[in-house]
């Protein structure tokens, strides 16, 4: 399945939180199908009982968009991020995170991420994101018939904020403080 048009990524999970089925609803009405691909990255799970998985071909043929949606699997740490700098924009409508990880993966790639405005995301990347409100498809179709987007100029700086060196540091010291106060 060589990737030949532009296309719109999402890396993650396919449990019910992960709100793929909001994705697949906005990318079929916002009506872009023809220009665009919409590649799913990600792990088939292990629990299928508890997986929108296995309904995304039913999903996208009732939504009349087979043809342009791709489902790649499982892809390498490297490979993520070739996919993730390539794509025109990375979409994680996620709504429940710790984190959001893929948001960060995508700003780190240089692409412009569109993702739910929750108060997770907006704390963790002020201004780094194009965002919509959470589980409202039709808002995210509108940002998905705007492309190509911008990359937002804070972008950067957000992503800067999180690093691997920066994360163990932190860790080491509270180690530290903890064995201390023992």
């Given at each position: 399945?060589?990737?030949?048009?532009?296309?719109?990524?999402?890396?993650?999970?396919?449990?019910?939180?992960?709100?793929?089925?909001?994705?697949?609803?906005?990318?079929?009405?916002?009506?872009?199908?023809?220009?665009?691909?919409l590649v799913l990255m990600?792990?088939?799970?292990?629990?299928?009982?508890?997986?929108?998985?296995?309904?995304?071909?039913?999903?996208?043929?009732?939504?009349?968009?087979?043809?342009?949606?791709?489902?790649?699997?499982?892809?390498?740490?490297?490979?993520?991020?070739?996919?993730?700098?390539?794509?025109?924009?990375?979409?994680?409508?996620?709504?429940?995170?710790?984190?959001?990880?893929?948001?960060?993966?995508?700003?780190?790639?240089?692409?412009?991420?569109?993702?739910?405005?929750?108060?997770?995301?907006?704390?963790?990347?002020?201004?780094?994101?194009?965002?919509?409100?959470?589980?409202q498809p039709t808002a995210?179709?509108?940002?998905?018939?705007?492309l190509p987007l911008r990359?937002?100029?804070?972008?950067?700086?957000?992503?800067?904020?999180?690093?691997?060196?920066?994360?163990?540091?932190?860790?080491?010291?509270?180690?530290?403080?903890?064995?201390?106060?023992?």
């Amino acid at each position: 399945s060589d990737l030949e048009r532009s296309f719109i990524a999402y890396v993650g999970g396919f449990d019910p939180r992960k709100n793929v089925s909001t994705l697949l609803r906005a990318f079929a009405d916002s009506g872009i199908a023809p220009q665009y691909d919409l590649v799913l990255m990600g792990e088939p799970p292990h629990d299928r009982l508890y997986s929108t998985y296995r309904d995304i071909p039913k999903h996208c043929e009732t939504l009349g968009v087979t043809e342009s949606v791709r489902r790649i699997g499982f892809v390498t740490e490297s490979h993520k991020h070739a996919l993730l700098s390539a794509a025109e924009a990375v979409v994680f409508p996620s709504t429940y995170e710790g984190f959001g990880l893929p948001i960060l993966e995508g700003i780190r790639a240089g692409t412009p991420v569109i993702a739910p405005d929750t108060v997770l995301n907006a704390e963790l990347f002020p201004q780094a994101y194009h965002g919509y409100p959470p589980n409202q498809p039709t808002a995210l179709a509108r940002l998905l018939r705007s492309l190509p987007l911008r990359v937002p100029k804070h972008a950067a700086r957000s992503a800067a904020r999180y690093s691997w060196p920066e994360t163990s540091a932190k860790v080491r010291d509270a180690l530290e403080q903890a064995v201390e106060k023992t």
